[in-house]
């Protein structure tokens, strides 16, 4: 049967889902409207996880050839702070610049026949009445979306606190790359990682407080698209010369921004379905928006195939399809993005190589790690040992007064035991806090904290948890224990990592 298919929007998902149904429908007429001209690229550069490609390569191998043609890849992540540099290597990943990934995907499309319009920018759902199914591929800002209407699709938003802004640079560095630096503003993070033979993406965050004292608030936002923030160009060139060893930072549409991580219920309304950033998004430290955009333009394109003669029943397929794939990949970015909140505390509070296993751990727990690199994790516990004369989860520690012998406690009846010994709290400075279940009210529970003493954090969710207990431990030097369903390796990552003095695993 030939159908018409109008695509809204030619970055990766737009693109990858036109080639992907002109393909399987060769009959169908597949037209592609971007608004930029196809040179046209913002941003730098893109990372791909060599265990997230499988999907993509077994849909069309196109970026696996980019990748290997045109893109870099590297297995070791480094954290480089206070003079010191740390390596996680077996963490196989590539990255490209997005200009040649667009490209590599126009080539794409033009060989399966997509009919590509650019510099045609789509006002309204009501010029496209000829066409049988809108696929909306118009990234995170959708006006499709507003078109069909926010409520109507379920769609959230919420902005994360902390400012990132996106540079390239000309200093190449090896692999992923998390740079460091603190000055008489606060601190500052970079993501770097070499997308090309001569350039390297350098995102740089800061938290709201840091980013204002620093004056990176006077950028006019009222320019025109394109136009660069050159002021923070120079102010971050300086901050991090020692690290880019006096090569330069590179601007391309390059302003200040929140994180805004996105999520949507209904992913079609009528014969409108929607893929990629505008209708979700996780925050780009866990390198997944492009991925998921091409994964959703692949059972998307694979369910308008099977199900022609039933637009309704393919796009319910393609959502029920989809969506507990990205709830995944969004819970998984969740804590990564809410480190990435809190990084000034972890590196004002930890040494180098604690704050660096506390970063690598934030959404995996030590066996995951160790399966990877097992000499990083002895060069961490051997530190622990060195440090404190015992292995982490047997250092004795003081807990409401009482002296216990290990940190992985049980948590039965309202009352903590170190084995079978009952740790007596009656009367003691211990105090129990619930944690909320919205990160968004844990305010409310840092002003129960008491001043001194223990506190053993329960309730709300992993996260809340585990913030109430840094708080604790990190903000105010309290002794802390999150009580939780734990395993031995969740608890031993807790302790090592400085999230919580001890862990207390829940026992009915
Ligand atoms: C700082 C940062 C770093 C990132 N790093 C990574 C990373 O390392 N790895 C990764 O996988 N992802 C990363 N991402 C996310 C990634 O950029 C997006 O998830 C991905 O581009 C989404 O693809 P898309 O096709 O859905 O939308 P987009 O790439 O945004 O494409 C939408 C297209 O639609 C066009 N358009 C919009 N409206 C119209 C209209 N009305 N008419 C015509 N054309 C229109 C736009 O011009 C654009 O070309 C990062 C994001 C940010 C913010």
């Known amino acids: 049967m030939t159908i018409r298919i109008a695509c809204i929007g030619g970055g990766p998902g737009g693109l990858f889902f036109s080639t992907l149904m002109k393909r399987y429908l060769p009959d169908s007429e597949v037209v592609l409207f971007e608004r930029n001209q196809a040179s046209d690229a913002f941003g730098f550069g893109v990372v791909f996880?060599?265990?997230?490609l499988r999907k993509i390569t077994e849909a069309d191998p196109v970026l696996e050839r980019v990748l290997a043609e045109r893109g870099r890849h590297w297995d070791t992540i480094q954290v480089w702070l206070k003079g010191e540099r740390h390596h996680f290597n077996g963490n196989g990943m590539s990255a490209i610049h997005r200009k040649n990934l667009l490209s590599a995907l126009q080539e794409n499309a033009a060989e399966a026949?997509?009919?590509?319009?650019?510099?045609?920018?789509?006002?309204?759902?009501?010029?496209?009445?000829?066409?049988?199914?809108?696929?909306?591929?118009?990234?995170?800002?959708?006006?499709?979306?507003?078109q069909v209407g926010e409520e109507v699709l379920g769609h959230e938003v919420v902005q994360a606190s902390a400012k990132f802004i996106w540079f390239g640079t000309t200093h190449m560095f090896d692999g992923l790359t998390f740079v460091h630096r603190q000055n008489e503003h606060g601190n500052f993070a970079a993501?770097?990682?070499?997308?090309?033979?001569?350039?390297?993406?350098?995102?740089?965050?800061?938290?709201?407080?840091?980013?204002?004292?620093?004056g990176l608030d006077e950028f006019d936002v009222t320019q025109p698209p394109?136009?660069?923030?050159?002021?923070?160009?120079?102010?971050?060139?300086?901050?991090?010369?020692?690290?880019?060893?006096?090569?330069?930072?590179?601007?391309?549409?390059?302003?200040w921004g929140n994180f805004r991580t996105r999520s949507t219920d209904r992913w079609f309304?009528?014969?409108?379905?929607?893929?990629?950033?505008?209708?979700?998004?996780?925050?780009?430290?866990?390198?997944?928006?492009?991925?998921?955009?091409?994964?959703d333009a692949i059972t998307l394109a694979n369910s308008v195939a099977e199900h022609t003669h039933d637009l309704h029943t393919a796009l319910s397929q393609y959502e029920s399809a989809r969506k507990p794939d990205v709830a995944r990949v969004q819970d998984a970015a969740r804590p990564s993005l809410s480190w990435w909140e809190h990084f000034a505390r972890y590196h004002n509070t930890l040494d180098p190589l604690q704050f660096t296993f506390h970063f690598f751990s934030r959404s995996i727990s030590?066996?995951?790690?160790?399966?990877?690199?097992?000499?990083?994790v002895s060069t961490v516990e051997n530190a622990w040992?060195?440090?404190?004369?015992?292995?982490?989860?047997?250092?004795?520690?003081?807990?409401?007064?009482?002296?216990?012998?290990?940190?992985?406690?049980?948590?039965?009846?309202?009352?903590?035991?170190?084995?079978?010994?009952?740790?007596e709290l009656g009367g003691c400075d211990l105090a129990v806090l619930e944690a909320p279940s919205d990160e968004f009210d844990l305010d409310s529970s840092f002003s129960q904290l008491p001043?001194?003493?223990?506190?053993?954090?329960?309730?709300?969710?992993?996260?809340?948890?585990?913030?109430?207990?840094?708080?604790?431990?990190?903000?105010?030097?309290?002794?802390?224990?999150?009580?939780?369903?734990?395993?031995?390796?969740?608890?031993?990552?807790?302790?090592?990592?400085?999230?919580?003095?001890?862990?207390?695993?829940?026992?009915?």
Request: proline share 3%; charged share 25%.
């Open 226 to 255: 394109g136009v660069s923030d050159l002021k923070s160009k120079e102010y971050i060139e300086r901050l991090f010369a020692d690290d880019l060893q006096g090569d330069s930072v590179v601007v391309n549409n390059s302003r």
């Open 113 to 146: 026949d997509v009919e590509m319009r650019f510099g045609t920018f789509v006002p309204s759902l009501e010029g496209l009445d000829d066409f049988d199914l809108i696929v909306a591929a118009d990234g995170a800002n959708s006006g499709t979306r507003g």
């Open 366 to 376: 030590i066996d995951k790690i160790r399966n990877r690199d097992p000499d990083f």
């Open 49 to 52: 996880s060599d265990a997230t």
């Open 451 to 508: 001043d001194a003493g223990t506190v053993l954090v329960k309730g709300g969710t992993a996260l809340t948890r585990r913030l109430l207990s840094e708080e604790a431990r990190l903000g105010r030097g309290l002794t802390s224990i999150i009580q939780e369903p734990v395993d031995e390796n969740s608890a031993l990552t807790a302790v090592l990592s400085g999230r919580a003095d001890a862990v207390a695993s829940e026992e009915s």
């Open 269 to 295: 309304n009528g014969n409108v379905a929607f893929l990629g950033d505008a209708l979700h998004t996780a925050h780009f430290s866990v390198g997944s928006g492009t991925k998921m955009a091409m994964e």
């Open 385 to 423: 040992l060195n440090k404190h004369g015992n292995v982490p989860l047997s250092t004795p520690l003081r807990v409401a007064g009482s002296q216990v012998e290990q940190r992985f406690l049980i948590a039965r009846n309202n009352s903590l035991y170190s084995g079978e010994s009952r740790i």
């Open 191 to 214: 993501h770097a990682y070499p997308i090309s033979d001569e350039l390297s993406t350098f995102i740089v965050e800061a938290d709201a407080q840091t980013w204002l004292d620093a």
